[in-house]
């Protein structure tokens, strides 16, 4: 009771706020995203991600060891696939020579103590820009797992630490995990997207890849944003399948998901605040109408705050260098 209590007590100085702050954030929590293409000496901006860059696989080396020098311990390695290795049927996904798969001995090259992890999913590879195989317009389910699982063990034999399932299929996460240990790859980590909405704030990052689907959307895969409860069940079928961790997204719309898994489940939860997200700072920091390392942070915080044990973001970098 007033003045027994004062709530402004706790506040009075930066050093007392300090001392009973109850998140923070370090480089431990986060994820970086990177964007790999084809060629030699590349480092081209997205246009719709400023300050956001596709490299090719000669220039990963410096980008990671600045990256592990901050204090950074793992990315997530997306690839730009030229048309010309598009197809139906993820082949060049298998290819043992491919961007990914180059990327990720790069990686492991340059800092073997940084988990390397990567996306598994048909969409950059598709024809059709979608997650899975595609039979008269509709997305076929069991195929395109057979697919995944092959793509996964493909990222694994190439030294991934940590596959990262992105494409909502059912059954993939347990086909992954059973083929993971049938070749051995007993210690490699699942991370499944195992919430992941049909979101327009994946725009920007379609663009980053060139994977928006040719075609319809991506409603009868990924989840329908108006649902909470779907959250849930998605989740606990994906951990009793093999997933290690497991992920919402996007993030800052998505925070009372977070929150909803934290409290039901125990394996970490790894939020992604997705290329929209990205975007919209971006864009409202340059027309001078919000603070843009401000909101960075107090946007991640949210993350924190909601339950989130690691974060995927875009701003990883910029963030570690504020802290
Ligand atoms: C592809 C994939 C997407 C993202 C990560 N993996 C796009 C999509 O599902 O269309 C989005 C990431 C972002 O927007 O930052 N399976």
Redesign the pocket.
């Known amino acids: 009771m007033y003045p027994i209590q004062r709530n402004r007590r706790l506040r009075t100085s930066p050093s007392l706020r300090d001392l009973v702050s109850e998140y923070s954030l370090s480089p431990n929590d986060f994820i970086v995203?990177l964007f790999v293409v084809d060629g030699k000496q590349i480092k081209e901006e997205i246009p719709s991600m400023p300050g956001y860059y596709r490299y090719s696989v000669d220039l990963l080396t410096t980008q990671v060891k600045s990256l592990w020098k901050l204090g950074l311990k793992a990315v997530l390695l997306?690839v730009k696939v030229p048309d010309s290795l598009k197809d139906n049927k993820g082949t060049e996904a298998l290819n043992p020579k491919g961007l990914m798969q180059k990327a990720i001995q790069t990686v492991k090259e340059a800092v073997p103590e940084m988990v390397v992890m990567t996306?598994v999913?048909l969409?950059?590879y598709s024809s059709f820009g979608h997650?899975g195989i595609v039979q008269e317009g509709r997305i076929l389910n069991d195929e395109t797992v057979d697919v995944l699982a092959k793509m996964a063990l493909s990222h694994a034999q190439a030294g991934a630490d940590v596959v990262a399932p992105?494409?909502m299929m059912d059954g993939r996460i347990l086909k992954i995990r059973e083929t993971l240990e049938e070749n051995s790859f007993t210690d490699t980590v699942i991370m499944s997207?195992s919430a992941?909405y049909a979101s327009g704030?994946?725009g920007?990052?379609?663009d980053a890849l060139d994977?928006a689907p040719g075609f319809g959307d991506?409603k009868t895969y990924?989840m329908d944003f108006s649902n909470r409860k779907e959250a849930l069940v998605e989740t606990q079928r994906d951990i009793k399948e093999g997933a290690d961790i497991v992920m919402v997204?996007?993030g800052l719309a998505y925070l009372d998901i977070i929150r909803d898994l934290r409290e039901e489940v125990s394996v970490p939860i790894a939020a992604?605040q997705?290329?929209?997200e990205?975007a919209m700072l971006k864009a409202a920091a340059a027309k001078g109408w919000l603070d843009h390392d401000q909101i960075m942070m107090e946007q991640l915080i949210s993350f924190k705050r909601a339950g989130a044990s690691l974060i995927a973001s875009?701003f990883a970098e910029a963030t570690v260098k504020l802290l």
């Open positions: 995203p997306f996306d999913a969409d950059p997650d992105s494409d997207y992941k704030f994946y920007p990052f379609r994977s991506k990924q997204k996007p992604y997705v290329s929209g990205y875009y």
